[in-house]
């Protein structure tokens, strides 16, 4: 096994990633997070760009970045990301016509005036 296929194997990159954790331990969560950094903060992303991502050909997931946008405030960058770990910079499909087509991955923040917000967000 090649180093890289026991990472991913190690990371279990695969569809089910993730799982229903449930108000109380989420709030909990939350909670702890503020306790230890005095920092809250969400990021909202609308279901159009979430369901455009995870439509791509061979995408398994969203990998999540913190990042700084423009105005050096922080927000997130989503990318889909394959079965081999690998973020979906470029993906290729069929198009309409039949033909093979290689296109840019998609890249996402810009959530608007609905971005980053640094209250503290009741579950």
């Known amino acids: ?21 449930g108000y109380e331990l989420g709030a909990k969560m939350i909670k702890d997070y503020y306790d230890k950094y005095q920092e809250a903060g969400s990021q909202f992303v609308g279901r159009n760009i ?15 970045f ?16 394959n079965q081999e770990g690998q973020v979906m910079l470029e993906v290729t499909a069929v198009n309409p016509d ?17 971005g980053w917000f640094d209250d503290v967000i009741e579950l």
């Open 1 to 21: 096994m090649l180093k890289k296929e026991a990472l991913i194997e190690e990371k279990q990159l695969h569809a089910n990633v993730g799982e229903h954790i």
């Open 98 to 114: 039949g033909e093979i087509k290689k296109s840019e991955g998609i890249v996402a923040d810009r959530s608007g005036n609905q």
């Open 50 to 64: 979430l369901d455009q991502i995870l439509a791509q050909p061979g995408c398994i997931g969203i990998k999540i």
């Open 66 to 81: 913190k990042a700084l946008n423009e105005a050096g405030e922080k927000t997130y960058v989503l990318t889909g990301i």
